[in-house]
């Protein structure tokens, strides 16, 4: 998608109006400013997602160069099919102002599945910036959730979550945790295997097991459980075994020197054990602390806790009859983050 200036041809009538003789059919370029109500919400297609990319290429390329960032997102959209929309508010001349992607997606709610849209990549060119353009893009991709009969939508927020408040959106627990190897419990741990494709379902149990414990949490499609280990680079997910059972699962990985905890399920499996599996998984990798996103039930004594400063996740019910928990009752799980 070319960005293009508005252009008129002035007529002779115009000609005249302004009092001079200028020849009629003369180009002239209009530099209308390109203002929220000029705008119309769309779902790109591939033009207008490569032209989405070049704009967000210098804000999100996380130390990629343009091609493969570009190749990512396609993969993206490619791999979500119709459970993502990559949206834009566009001028009558087909310029792309702002953009967003949006998730088909649901909370699950003390049980309940509650139909969520999830909204990501919220941007807007450069030079179009404090115009509304941005408030504008929000209140039309939820107006457009409305429609399409979600009954609320959800975000992770990078910025002042007050953006989002003035929404509507209420922000819920972003807290994190970290501590020394050494000071997570030693024993008794588990034994861990690879986990297989063929394992996923399982791992799909033993995660909504877990996670039914919360009253508030992302449901996970087995098309969100696979875009979502691909899109954060999870590593592989490894089967925790107590002598010949297998009672649920971990996945970790290195960030430097920090083994990242992304998430665990093992219903009924006592916690302790679990952090010294991860203990000894530490000590395998050579990292000298662990840490991850603090699920608020699972707090202990030896975990450093701050709060983070992006990845907030925020929610908000769109039909009346649709209450969200309160935010200290939710929890949102690093692989969920979009
Ligand atoms: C954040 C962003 C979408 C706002 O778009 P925008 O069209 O400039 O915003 P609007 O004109 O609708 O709103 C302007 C208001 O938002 C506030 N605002 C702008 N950027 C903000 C930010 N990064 N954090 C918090 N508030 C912000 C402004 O201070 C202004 O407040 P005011 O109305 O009290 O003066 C835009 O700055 C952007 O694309 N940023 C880069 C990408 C990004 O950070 N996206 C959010 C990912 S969660």
């Known amino acids: 998608m070319r960005q293009r200036s508005p252009s008129v041809r002035l007529g002779a009538r115009h000609s005249r109006a302004v009092g001079r003789s200028a020849p009629t059919g003369i180009l002239v370029r209009m530099h209308r400013p390109i203002t929220p ?24 390329h996380q130390g990629r160069a343009e091609e493969p960032y570009v190749q990512r997102v396609l993969s993206a959209v490619e791999r ?35 139909r969520s849209m999830g909204i990501a990549a919220v941007y807007v060119r450069d030079d179009l910036r404090g115009r509304g353009i941005g408030a504008a893009l929000i209140e039309r ?19 002042a979550p007050a953006y989002y408040a003035r929404h509507g959106f ?16 030693a ?33 996970r499609t ?3 459980w696979d875009f979502f280990r691909w899109w954060r680079g999870a590593p592989d997910d490894y089967i925790l075994c ?21 998430e665990w399920a093992a219903p009924g499996v006592e916690p302790s054990r679990i952090w010294a599996t991860i203990r000894a998984r530490a000590a395998d990798l050579r990292a000298d602390r662990v840490g991850g996103w603090l699920r608020p039930d699972r ?5 450093n806790v701050e709060a983070r400063s992006g990845a907030i996740p925020m929610a908000v019910s769109l039909q009346p009859d649709i209450a969200l928990p309160e935010p200290s009752e939710a929890f949102f799980d690093e692989l969920d983050h979009f």
């Open 242 to 262: 107590d002598g010949s059972r297998e009672v649920g699962y971990v996945n970790v990985g290195m960030d430097q020197t920090c083994l990242r905890v992304h």
């Open 170 to 185: 209420r922000e819920y627990p972003a807290l994190d945790w970290s501590a020394p190897v050494g000071s997570l419990p």
């Open 80 to 114: 979500m099919g119709s459970e993502m929309r990559y949206m834009g508010l566009v001028s009558e001349d087909g310029a792309l102002a702002a953009s967003a992607r949006a998730l088909d997606g649901g909370i699950e709610c003390n049980g309940v599945r509650i």
């Open 187 to 219: 024993s008794p741990g588990l034994a861990i295997r690879r986990a297989r494709p063929s394992d996923r379902e399982r791992l799909r149990d033993w995660h909504r097991a877990a996670a039914l414990v919360q009253p508030m949490g992302v449901t």
């Open 37 to 60: 109500d000029a705008l119309r919400l769309t779902v790109l297609d591939e033009s207008g997602v490569l032209e989405a990319c070049r704009q967000t290429y210098r804000f999100w």
């Open 141 to 159: 991709l939820l107006a457009d959730a409305r429609a399409r009969g979600y009954q609320s939508a959800f975000l992770f927020s990078d910025i």
């Open 299 to 303: 707090r202990t004594g030896f975990m």
């Open 222 to 224: 087995p098309v969100w």
